[in-house]
């Protein structure tokens, strides 16, 4: 007996690679056949199920530690001297993030226009 899948990922990954030689063109899955039309098939081809796993491959499942994990990384990728008292994370010198209570969303901020930046 063998282990069944973790995930879709891993099943769709197995299902794949037992099906290697299965050309892009080759019918995986058949959802109606005939229908409307006599000699039309729907459903998904070999290299629909490649495309898509190469797909969720480059977009890895995100979770909610790794959304702060890229919060975090942003910040200390950048000069942040600190969070100011409203809340505003800021360099003190041109640049902030300021939450936008209208927009009820985070927004950059500028000073000024310094260094021929635009805001």
Same mark, same amino acid.
């Given at each position: 007996?063998?282990? +069944?899948?973790?995930?879709? /990922?891993?099943?769709?990954?197995? &299902?794949?690679? &037992?099906?290697?030689? =299965? +050309?892009?063109? *080759? ?11 006599? *000699? ?9 199920? /490649?495309?898509?796993?190469? !797909?969720?491959?480059? /977009?890895?499942? %995100?979770? @909610? /530690?790794? #959304? ?13 001297? *600190?969070?100011?008292?409203? *809340?505003?994370?800021?360099?003190? &010198? ?6 936008? %209570?209208?927009? @009820? %969303? ?7 226009? =310094?260094?021929? !930046?635009? #805001?």
């Amino acid at each position: 007996m063998t282990t +069944p899948p973790s995930s879709p /990922r891993v099943a769709l990954a197995h &299902t794949l690679a &037992t099906f290697a030689d =299965e +050309p892009d063109s *080759g019918m995986a899955v058949v959802a109606t056949r005939n229908q409307p039309v006599r *000699g039309a098939v729907t459903g998904l081809t070999w290299g629909d199920l /490649r495309a898509l796993a190469a !797909e969720a491959t480059a /977009r890895p499942v %995100r979770t @909610e /530690r790794s #959304r702060w994990q890229a919060v975090a990384d942003a910040l200390n990728a950048i000069d942040v001297l *600190g969070i100011d008292l409203d *809340g505003t994370i800021t360099d003190h &010198t041109a640049w902030s993030v300021v939450w936008d %209570r209208d927009a @009820e %969303r985070w927004m950059v901020s500028g000073y000024d226009a =310094e260094a021929g !930046e635009s #805001r």
